[in-house]
C-alpha cells in the first residue's frame, strides 16, 4: 500500500512539473509578466485591432509578449518551432529588412475547439504579405502557438 501511495505521490508531482514547465497552468501560477489573451466570444475586436497595431508598427518586441514559451513559426518558408526568443528575433529581423506600410486584418473566426484565428494582409514597399495567426486555447487565457509571413 505504501507503494502505491509513492507511486501515486510521484505522479501527481510528475504531472504538476510538467504542467507548470510546459505553460499550461492555472491563473494563480500564471507569471504577471506576460500579458493575457483574455477567452470573451467578443475578443476577437480588441485583440485582432492590437495584433494590428503592432504589425503595423513593425513591433516584435511587443507581438513577442504573447507567444507562448514556444512557437511554431515560418517566415518567407523558413519554418520550425522556436522558443519565445528566438521567435522574436527572427520577427524583428524580418520587420527590420521589410518595413510595414499598411496592414488590413482579412479574416477573423473563433473555432469550437477554443482557438482563434486571424489573417492579415501586410503591405511593405517591397511586396505583400499574409500574415497568419494561431491563438491557443489555455485554461484561464490564450497566447499565440503558430505565425506564418507568406509572400502574396
Known amino acids: 500500500m505504501k507503494l502505491l501511495s509513492y507511486c501515486v505521490f510521484i505522479f501527481v508531482y510528475s504531472l504538476f512539473i510538467h504542467t507548470n514547465a510546459s505553460g499550461h497552468i492555472s491563473k494563480d501560477l500564471n507569471d504577471s509578466s506576460q500579458p493575457i489573451l483574455q477567452v470573451e466570444a467578443g475578443s476577437l475586436g480588441s485583440i485582432s485591432e492590437e495584433l494590428k497595431t503592432y ?21 518567407l518558408g523558413e519554418n520550425g518551432v522556436y522558443t519565445k526568443y528566438q521567435s522574436e528575433i527572427m520577427l524583428s529581423t524580418f520587420f527590420n529588412q521589410h518595413k510595414p506600410k499598411t496592414v488590413k486584418l482579412t479574416q477573423a473566426s473563433n473555432a469550437n475547439n477554443g482557438y482563434q484565428y486571424f489573417t492579415f494582409s501586410l503591405t511593405t514597399e517591397q511586396a505583400s504579405y499574409r500574415v497568419f495567426i494561431k491563438i491557443g486555447a489555455g485554461s484561464n487565457s490564450q497566447s499565440i502557438e503558430e505565425l506564418r509571413i507568406d509572400k502574396n
Not at 55 to 75: H, V
Open 55 to 75: 504589425l503595423r508598427e513593425g513591433n516584435a518586441k511587443n507581438i513577442a509578449k504573447y507567444f507562448g514559451s514556444n512557437l511554431t513559426l515560418s517566415i
